[in-house]
């Protein structure tokens, strides 16, 4: 007869031979709850055999394509979970199905959890001039010299979006908003006797560092240098910013320690042209202009 009901299993109890036993249990190996059946023990000739029987097993078996997640989980495990149990897929899809921007050629990366966040790199273009001047702005403000950057859009649109550009800028975006940027010009190396890269800018919005996108940036200039066939990509860093000379020696970045920058710029850049000395009438030891005088 029937006994109580424990943990969902029924139990009966049955007075059979040993070798009716072994049958029973060797047929039901290939049966639900065969790994309970298989743990029953013959100690004499004559004893009580317990068919136990899962009542989950007892249910019609649901097809595997019926869990949203069942191919993200053991084999053995898929038929285990109950339906209102089954969370949503939280997981990574394959890259082939993931949204068309993720296969293009402009993507730099994509976060793990998210197909959406993803970060593009692109050539600036004249409309975006507003974005990078901001950008600018933002840099110098950084950089502890906010009153330096008097750039207008006027004159990044002259020299950089004109017949004969002389700069070049990549925007990042990140979840479809511009997250920061990278300026570059060509320069040309007598020694070696190819052109080179010189990065003027990089910036990324406080915000959103850590995510790769400064990186990102830099091995696009670095990949467009090896197209151009230039054999050098240089720029500058303040010594200040431990940060970003941290960041460029893990990429293994050379620092001319023994090279001292050197400018000339605003009047003293006239003066230089016009008497031949960037230095101030009095301080000079001699005036080269043609006109004898030096601007004030």
């Known amino acids: 007869m029937p006994g109580p009901v424990q943990s969902a299993f029924e139990e009966t109890h049955v007075t059979l031979p040993v070798a009716l036993v072994k049958s029973e249990c060797r047929d039901a190996k290939t049966a639900p709850g065969a790994a309970l059946l298989r743990r029953t023990q013959v100690k004499s000739s004559w004893l009580p055999c317990t068919r136990v029987q899962s009542s989950v097993a007892q249910r019609p078996r649901r097809k595997q394509e019926s869990h949203p997640v069942g191919r993200y989980l053991e084999p053995g495990l898929r038929t285990r979970l109950p339906a209102a149990s089954q969370p949503e897929p939280t997981f990574p899809q394959p890259i082939s199905e993931r949204s068309p921007i993720a296969a293009g050629p402009r993507v730099a990366s994509i976060t793990h959890y998210n197909q959406t966040m993803a970060t593009t790199i692109r050539p600036a273009t004249r409309a975006d001039v507003p974005c990078i001047l901001a950008f600018i702005r933002s840099l110098a403000a950084y950089e502890r ?11 990044l649109e002259k020299y950089g979006f004109s017949d004969n550009p002389l700069f070049f800028c990549l925007i990042a975006e990140h979840d479809g908003s511009p997250a920061g940027f990278a300026l570059y010009f060509f320069n040309y190396s007598t020694w070696t006797g190819k052109p080179g890269i010189y990065l003027e800018d990089l910036f990324v919005e406080p915000e959103l560092r850590g995510l790769g996108i400064g990186k990102a940036l830099l091995l696009k200039v670095a990949a467009i240098a090896k197209e151009r066939g230039c054999l050098r990509l240089q720029w500058a860093v303040l010594d200040w ?31 230089l042209a016009t008497c031949g000395s960037a230095a101030t009438c009095g301080e000079a030891a001699t005036c080269g202009g043609a006109d004898g005088a030096c601007a004030p």
């Open 145 to 155: 010299a906010p009153e330096s950057a008097i750039a207008t859009e006027a004159d």
């Open 241 to 271: 910013n431990t940060t970003a000379i941290d960041f460029y020696q893990a990429m293994g970045a050379e620092f001319l320690d023994e090279w001292r920058s050197v400018r000339v710029s605003g009047e003293a850049l006239k003066r």
